[in-house]
């Protein structure tokens, strides 16, 4: 059953200058993960804002738990959680008074629904009389999650938790997001800059300059992947991109961790570009057939999407 | 809605606690603020250096500079034998005031008739000239009074001083500034404290979760204004009381009366915080803002300079200063001691000026994010 149902969505901004959403159309599943992967820019955060009623949509509907965001916002603002791009706490409050603070504006208390956030809130209540300016970024996180949490939303609208926070912090919380859902059957969006953390979600939505490249499970979206894919090392790596840019059978590459990504020609051969490489001065060239990630598709759909 | 509204307005004040500052500011400015007017104003009546040229050197002129010099307020420091040597004194700053009493003195008075006496007062700081002509024609005045009550003669037409200011024949000025401390620490506190902490929320990104939440607006701005509601009424309080104890300012008309006043001024006060916090985003914005608002009404009210002797342009541009209303109010109730009557009107504007601003507001503040 769909609980988010998003359609024909637009949204601009300085009187029609600035295109945020350039008609937007999806659903959410009830009781799954949704993870709306983009880049700074993308709309993320307006879509987000429209679905917990803080900003008007310019035309089309969204619908949260069969609810209109315009019409009935009252109503909706009691069944979401919603968590803002900055962990939005009180510095100046303690932990555990956070979180009792958010619980009574949700006509409810710490006690009442202490077993939905105990496996959060319960990692940062030995710190509960700390004030959230004094926590950690990973520990400010679980705070906000905690507090968007207390009151037993029937959909959680998480915009960018992730960002800024440590690596280790950042596997956690989606450990923690995947039993939320598990347990208490709490419907999640979220929104991520980061790539690698698509594959934690049920579906995505590839999302860039206000539309939709992709929507799938991550699965379906690798597997719709058909370049071939390439990854390539040498010591000079500077020089590396360079060359590689300026070769006739590389199409596309791109910077991914320690190596570079490139996808090539059909009939191009790893033998050929590591000795044209090598011919070029590289030393210590390694060509390595890789599976395609996410990140990869998403490249090349925005590639395909700036020459369409 | 009970239960929300207690638990925001607990974090309201915990806000305020927790920064020093804020309390700094809210507590011990207006203390300063009295303390320093206060201070001043003693320093000015106190110990003037009087000079007296006795042309008359009777009984009575010997007793009245005896009672000069008893008084608190006056020291004598040198007598001198001509009117011009005492005006050089007194534009040479050696002294502050000079007395001149007339010739045949004693018996002018016994006969009845008018002995004249002369104050000189150097007016380059109208206030002081004001408070030590004040003083000196009571010192006179009191003495005489006695020594005519004892033989049953009327103490009229008695003496006349005739007073010269110098330097500055139309100095004006009005010492009574307890209603100006009053009028400014409570603008400041309540719009700038306030506006503040509404617009704080918004940079912090917490309006944005406020927003989301069943919490009704109506909620978020009265817990917003209660506390700095309830800190304005403690500021009232220990300005009335320092005023009282430590100046020794009475309060000449009701004082139920001008509380209710000073309540309504704060709620505009408040209003006008709350208006500011709506068209602002940052804590920088409302604080300049507030500032822009706060910083004409020292002009324009009538703390510093009287509204009269203003041009008419910004005569007209103080109808719309809700200090200017209160210290007018504040000055009558207070010190000239009128009935809460005859100020109904400068009430009624107030009275306007918090339902206007109040209106807006309401019609500003915003229920999404844009």
Sequence with gaps: MDIITVSKLRKSYRKGQVQALRGLNFTVDEGEIYGLIGPDGAGKTTLFRIMATLLLPDEGTVSVDGLDVVRDYKAIRRRIGYMPGRFSLYQDLSVEENLSFFASIFHTSIEENYDLVKDIYGQIEPFKTRKAGKLSGGMKQKLALSCALIHAPRVLILDEPTTGVDPVSRKEFWEMLKRLRLQHGITIIVSTPYMDEAGQCDHIALMQDGEFLRLDTPSGIVGAYTDTLWAVQADDMHRLLDDLRACPEVLTAFSFGEAFHVTVREEARMQELAAYLAGLGHRRVEVTPIQATVEDCFMSLMKKSDEG | ?370
């Design chain 2, 1 to 370: 809605m009970k239960k929300q509204f207690l638990s925001f307005l607990r974090k309201e004040f915990y806000h305020i606690f927790r920064d020093k500052r804020t309390m700094l500011i809210l507590l011990v400015m207006p203390i300063v603020l009295m303390i320093l007017f206060g201070f001043a104003i003693t320093t000015e009546v106190k110990d003037s250096r009087v000079a007296i040229l006795d042309l008359s050197k009777d009984e009575v002129t010997a007793q009245l500079r005896e009672r000069i010099a008893a008084s608190r307020y006056f020291s004598i420091t040198a007598g001198e034998d001509n009117i011009s040597a005492l005006e050089a004194s007194l534009r040479g700053g050696k002294i502050d005031v000079a007395v001149v009493f007339g010739e045949q003195f004693a018996s002018e008075l016994r006969r009845g008739g008018r002995p004249s006496v002369q104050i000189l007062v150097d007016g380059t700081e109208p206030n002081q000239a004001a408070i030590r002509t004040g003083y000196m024609q009571q010192v006179l005045a009191a003495h005489l009074h006695t020594l005519t009550e004892g033989r049953g003669v009327s103490p009229f037409p008695g003496i006349t001083p005739v007073v010269r200011t110098l330097y500055n024949p139309q100095g004006k000025s009005e010492y009574n500034f307890v209603p100006a401390v009053i009028g400014l620490v409570l603008m400041l506190i309540c719009v700038m404290m306030t506006s503040i902490a509404i617009v704080r929320e918004k940079e912090a990104g917490t309006m944005e979760v406020l927003l989301a939440s069943p919490l009704p607006p109506l909620c978020i701005v009265l817990a917003k204004l209660v506390p700095y509601f309830a800190i304005s009424c403690l500021n009232l309080t220990t300005i009335l009381v320092l005023s009282v104890t430590m100046l020794h300012i009475p309060i000449a008309g009701s004082l139920p009366g001008f509380i209710a006043v000073s309540l309504l001024y704060i709620l505009v006060a408040l209003f006008l915080g709350l208006f500011i916090s709506t068209v602002v985003r940052s804590q920088l914005a409302a604080m300049l803002l507030s500032l822009l608002v706060i910083i004409p009404t020292i002009y324009l009210s009538g703390i510093l300079f009287p509204v009269e002797s203003m041009p008419v342009a910004l005569q007209c541009v103080s109808v719309i200063v809700p200090t200017r209303w209160y210290v007018d109010i504040a000055r009558r109730l207070m010190i000239q001691g009128v009935e809460l009557r005859y100020v109904w009107r400068e009430t009624l504007v107030l009275l306007l000026m918090a339902g206007v601003l109040l209106g807006v507001s309401w019609k500003k503040f915003k229920i999404r994010l844009e």
